[in-house]
């Protein structure tokens, strides 16, 4: 029989979708912290043809709720790159992610990037990158008062849900856990010039300031910044503008 740890590698993405015509390439989304893929459930629709959204799952949440979550986007990536690469199946591919998912992306990105298969781009969306200091303390780290509140300064959870005990009872410890990952990643390593970087950014993001988005640029060769109207949650907000964006970067290779 194989074992649980055999059986979770398998569900890091849902089934193979139609894409209405001739697949051509694979749009990996990476989820925010405490989310899990059903977060682009509607991107399905409304990319290019010949576009599949994969939404990745990761463990602690949705159908892998009964694993423990990773703290660590190095570990996190050592365990994905090769189901990403496998899940690609020679087609071409971006990674995309958001906030939390736009780091793991990163480190995906550096570990494929000298891979058989490199993906095309990869788009970071809501996010400091690794290694910029933080100037706010680590949010991982404060008591459960002071860490709810600042989940609801960022806004994308009801403020019912963060007055609801049983909610934050079964939710709280998969939130601490991605934080800390977020928030201990640090590498300097860059893209290397055949892997575009796209960072994406929110113009009233308090957790990625435009400012320090821009600092996206001295990770890569071929690095653009594109700043949205909108919050930390921009691209469920402008997501007509983000996947015109990220269906030209699968279609352009």
């Known amino acids: 029989m194989p074992s649980v740890n055999v059986i979770s590698e398998n569900l890091w993405f ?15 989304c990476l989820p925010h912290g405490g989310a899990d893929g059903s977060v682009f459930g509607s991107w399905h629709s409304m990319v290019s ?16 709720m009964t694993e423990s979550p990773e703290t660590s986007i190095v570990r996190l990536g050592e365990r994905l ?14 990674l995309f992610g958001h906030s939390m998912g736009a780091l793991l992306a990163y480190e995906l990105g550096l570990a494929l990037q000298d891979g058989p298969r490199p993906p095309a781009a990869v788009v970071v969306s809501g996010s400091v990158p690794p290694h910029v200091s933080r100037s706010t303390p680590a949010m991982h780290l404060l008591p459960d008062e002071e860490f709810r509140s600042c989940l609801g300064a960022l806004g994308g959870i009801p403020p019912e849900l963060l007055a609801e005990e049983e909610w934050l009872e079964l939710f709280l410890p998969v939130l601490r856990a991605d934080f800390e990952a977020a ?3 640090r590498t300097r390593n860059t893209l290397s010039p055949g892997v575009r970087l796209i960072a994406l950014g929110g113009a009233d993001d308090p957790a990625a300031p435009p400012a320090e988005v821009e600092r996206w640029r001295e990770l890569g060769t071929d690095v653009t910044v594109r700043i949205f109207a909108g919050d930390h949650f921009f ?3 402008s997501t007509d503008q983000v996947l015109a964006l990220v269906s030209a970067l699968c279609r352009a290779r």
């Open 14 to 28: 849902p089934s193979e979708r139609s894409v209405g015509g001739p697949l051509g390439a694979r749009l990996f």
């Open 49 to 64: 043809p010949g576009i599949e959204v994969v939404p990745v799952q990761l463990p602690g949440r949705g159908i892998r």
């Open 81 to 94: 790159a090769g189901p990403i690469a496998d899940r690609a199946d020679g087609l071409p591919y971006v």
């Open 183 to 185: 928030e201990t990643y």
């Open 235 to 237: 691209p469920f907000e």
